[in-house]
C-alpha cells in the first residue's frame, strides 16, 4: 500500500484503511 500521509491524516491512514480512496479522503478524529 502505497498511500502518502496528508497534513490532516497521518501515516496512520495508510494502514488503517489501506485503500484507494483514503488517500484523497481527509478524516476528522
Known amino acids: 500500500m502505497s498511500v502518502r500521509p496528508s497534513p490532516a491524516t497521518k501515516s496512520w491512514e495508510a ?4 485503500s ?3 488517500r484523497d479522503r481527509t478524516w476528522s478524529w
Open 15 to 18: 494502514k488503517s484503511s489501506p
Open 20 to 22: 484507494p480512496q483514503t
